[in-house]
């Protein structure tokens, strides 16, 4: 089991970038990929900027659980929320065919979680929203 980075942080904006801070220092640690540190920051601050803004009742605090671990070649986050139920993976993908104009709006944050990520995962568990990603990271190359 490796280090496990834990944040609980506020329903508000502002508390996104205390998140995508902490990922930076544990990818430094750990001695990630920039890459991957770089797509990990921004699908969190894109999934938490909507359960922010669209999970719940304006004026009403919560806390919002984030999490990041790395298990051997495993990159495993989570964010759990106790918002309104929502399944990310539920929305159709966009249709990257037609002009941007014609595009329905939104869409393109979970598009782009999806081509970067390995696996994701959402449940719904005791009133809460459980989305898990996994992002393999490469091993050193062998000399």
Do not use: C, Q
């Not at 929320?81 to 037609?98: H, V, Y």
């Amino acid at each position: 089991m490796g280090e496990h980075l834990f944040a609980e942080i506020d329903n508000d904006i502002a508390e996104i970038e205390r998140v995508t801070a902490l990922i930076e220092t544990f990818g430094e640690r750990h001695k990630l990929p920039e890459a991957i540190v770089f797509h990990m920051k921004l699908a969190f601050d894109e999934l938490l900027t909507n359960i922010i803004s669209y999970g719940f009742v304006e004026g009403t605090r919560h806390k919002i659980m984030a999490s990041i671990r790395l298990d051997g070649d495993r990159l495993e986050a989570e964010i759990i929320d106790d918002g309104i139920a929502f399944d990310p993976l539920s929305a159709a993908p966009p249709d990257l065919d037609l002009p941007v104009e014609e595009r329905d709006v939104g869409g393109l944050g979970i598009h782009f979680i999806r081509s970067v990520m390995d696996h994701l995962d959402y449940r719904r568990s005791e009133g809460r929203n459980h989305f898990k990603m996994v992002k393999k990271v490469p091993g050193e190359p062998a000399k």
